[in-house]
Each structure stands twice: as C-alpha cells, then as structure tokens.
C-alpha cells in the first residue's frame, strides 16, 4: 500500500467513524427507492423453535404469544393489569346534540381512588332514536376533546396540553380558543348519520406526551417518584393503549354502546397506539392506523424516512428503553412491523398512507400489511392479495383494508368514508 493510499485508506475510516458517531438529525433520513437496504423479515409463519405454523390453533396457541411477547418486552413495554381502583362517573349527558342526531355524554374515568390523582375524560356522541346499542369508534385525540366539535359544552381538559399556533395554547393549557381546532379530522356528524357512536378522549390525560421521566400521568400511579419503569416496562405508547382499554372498561357498562363492535382509530403516534392497543387487547374487534408509520405500520428494515434510530432520539419516552438496543442494529430486532398487523388477526384491521407522507414510509406500510395476510389465511380470510401498492385513492383488501390518499399526513373526510365502508363490511 502506498503511503497516498494509505492517507485516503484512513481518511475514508475517520469519516466512516463520523457518520457512526454523528448525531442522526446531521444524517439525512431516506427517501430514495434505491438506497433501501435489502433486508430479510423475521417470520410470521416459523415458532422460535423452528415449528412451522400451519394453522390458526397454532398461531393463537404458539406463534401470537411468542411475538406479543417481544413486542411487550423489546418496543413497547410491558404495561401493568387494570387496577382494581378504576372506577366511572358520568359527568354530563346532552340528549340534542348535534341538532338532535346525538346524545352527547362526558364520562370521567377515574385511574385511582384519588380523585385529584390522573383521569381521564371519555367524550361520547351516541346516534339518538336507534333500537340497539350502537358499535362505536374509540380514538384518542391530541390537543383535548373540546378541540374534535366546535360544541360549546365540551369540557376543557385541565391536564398539561403541548402549546400550539392552532390551537392557541401558549402555557400549556387550553382554554376556550382552542374549541372546534381538529374538527376537521372527526367527521362527528358523519360518523353519527351512519349509525356509529364517536368516543374520544385527550391523550395527556393518560400520559402528557413529553420526556419528564414518567413522573406524571398514569406512570406516577404504578411508580414511586424517581423511579424509571425498567427497560422492558411500558413507554407512553404502552400507556395510551392501556388508557384505551380502561376506556373501554367502561363501554362494557355503558348499554347505549356495543362493547363487542368498537373500532379502534388512531392517527399518527395515536396510530401506532392503536395498533398497539389493538394488539394488546384482544377485546377491539377492529383496528384502525392511520398514517402511523416507523413504531407503527411501516417496516422498520426499510429505513425508508423516518428509522428506529430517529424515533428512538427524539421521542425516547415512546418506547421501552429496550427498544434503544436496535437503534443502530434494526436486522437484529426480533421482529418488524408486519408482525404487528398479524396481532390483530383474525379481527378486521385497516392501514391507510397518505401520499405526501413519505416520512411515514407509505410503501413500507403497504408491505406490512400485505405480509400479515399470510395469518388471515390461516383464519380463512382474505387480507390484501395485490403484490404492488395501489394507486392514490383506490382502497384494497378484504380483512386487511389499505388505502395511499392524496395529499398530505392527516386524517381526512376521504379516510373516514373508507372506515365506515370497512366497519360496515365487517361490523354488521
Ligand atoms: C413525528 C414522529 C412520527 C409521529 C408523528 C405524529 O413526525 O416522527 O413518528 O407519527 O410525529 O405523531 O404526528
């Protein structure tokens, strides 16, 4: 070797140690097709002990537990039984809300026997004049419940809320201004004329959604101050998931509701807690992601925009801190996403991308949910049967649904049409 090439031997190791050790926002994520490394998915259809999986005894009995179990200790953490101190009381009932097609009810859920201790607040529209309990849509919102309806006699959640132009929050509460903010994403009035009850609840009740070391919401319950959960012990995604199922504890008393048809609907982070909460809780007959993305529905071998390493920097309170081992070693996870979607089986499960959403991967998303199709079948179900992602706005599937909408990473008027089209087949 001459002593030239030795210098651009060397120089090419220093650089190649600077993009190890720089941090990933100096790193520019992915979007080229191209560049996607070849990669290998763990197997949906093998046991850890190499049992091939052949039938949906076998799935239910072997192969789901094994990987409810790495996704429980490796990502999102284990989250602790409901306490039997939960408890509920209806705050409020509107029998004419939205000029008369609902009956508009808040429900506080009560997380401990301390009433000033973390709650959370269910707002709920019920269809009026219908014979029987109604199969609902349960999904968290971002920014408070008053936020979803314009409706002036919304509660204001009095937990920490995120500050933002929208809403106009400046000091981490929200006040009146913000009411009506989302309601572009809750198609409330839709929702309703179909024959669906729309339930909701603000996230930060559950778990404020910033890095505080679990020293607030429902982690300060199971805690003692000071104390982290261990690294294979629930993130905030664990604990908005659990939230949703103590929201669900108290749909099972509530008679207006059909506790044994509600679809679980998430956008975004709120996407990968429903595909969490849907996991996790076998009682959601079906699951929802919208837009959910890395942690979510896309594949997270792809490194197709947003990496396990990202997720990982900036939001280290999402996960369990297990899942920081795979940040720089995403082949060595256990499992991938499509994993994920299989949790869900047999119940109905929608994915949706949305074209100019490329951080959350749309391709990556589509593979996953057409990958966990293999256990549909072991079901006698037909999930998603094209090989190529389809066109924008031209939904697919049969138990598994998945559409790409145009525009932008949101929840639309178009995504909830194909919903209630999917909750129609596959609820009634
Ligand atoms: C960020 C984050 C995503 C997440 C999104 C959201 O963009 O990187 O993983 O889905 O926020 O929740 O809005």
């Not at 319950?221 to 294979?232: C, G, I, R, V, Y």
């Not at 490194?303 to 995403?330: A, K, L, M």
């Amino acid at each position: 070797m001459t002593i030239q090439s030795m210098g651009v031997c060397l120089l090419s190791v220093i650089a190649a140690a600077m993009v190890a050790t720089a941090p990933h926002s100096a790193v520019a994520a992915n979007y080229d097709e191209s560049k996607v490394p070849v990669y290998q998915l763990p197997p949906l259809l093998k046991a850890a002990d190499g049992l091939e999986i052949r039938s949906a005894s076998d799935w239910t009995e072997q192969r789901r537990p094994e990987i409810l179990k790495l996704f429980r200790t490796e990502v999102f953490g284990i989250a602790p039984a409901a306490p039997e101190t939960v408890s509920f009381r209806v705050d409020k009932i509107i029998e004419n809300s939205l000029n008369g097609i609902a009956t508009q009810k808040e429900v506080t859920v009560f997380f401990s026997k301390n009433e000033q201790g973390p709650k959370m607040r269910l707002l709920l529209f019920i269809p009026n004049n219908q014979r029987s309990a109604r199969p609902a849509f349960l999904g968290l919102n971002f920014n408070g419940n008053h936020t979803v309806h314009r409706s002036p006699k919304i509660s204001i959640p009095s937990s920490w809320v995120r500050n933002n132009k929208t809403t106009g929050v400046t000091d981490n509460r929200a006040t009146a201004k913000s009411r009506g903010t989302a309601s572009n994403r809750w198609a409330v009035d839709k929702i309703v004329k179909r024959g669906y009850a729309l339930i909701t609840a603000y996230y930060g009740d559950i778990d404020p959604d910033f890095d505080d070391s679990f020293q607030n919401g429902v982690h300060a319950l199971f805690h003692s101050p000071n104390e982290k959960p261990a690294p294979n012990e629930w993130g905030s995604i664990a604990a908005w998931s659990w939230g949703l199922s103590r929201a669900l504890d108290y749909l099972v008393l509530d008679s207006t509701i059909d506790h044994e048809r509600v679809a679980l609907l998430g956008h975004s982070r709120l996407g990968k807690t429903s595909l969490w909460a849907g996991a996790s809780d076998e009682r959601f007959a079906l699951v929802i992601s919208n837009n959910s993305g890395c942690g979510g529905a896309a594949l997270s071998r792809r490194e197709f925009g947003e990496t396990v390493s990202r997720i990982n920097h900036s939001f280290p309170h999402w996960f369990c801190d297990n899942f920081q081992h795979y940040n720089d070693h995403v082949n060595s996870l256990p499992i991938d996403q499509h994993m994920l979607i299989a949790l869900s089986a047999p119940r109905p499960i929608y994915v949706a991308s949305a074209t100019d959403d490329q951080w959350a991967d749309p391709k990556g998303e589509f593979l996953a949910a057409r990958e966990a199709s293999s256990v549909y079948a072991l079901f006698g179900f037909k999930g998603i049967e094209a090989t190529e992602q389809p066109p924008a706005n031209t939904p697919i599937g049969d138990r598994i649904g998945y559409h790409l909408r145009e525009g932008k990473h949101d929840v639309t008027d178009y995504d909830w049409d194909q919903y209630l089209n999917f909750a129609d087949r596959h609820l009634h």
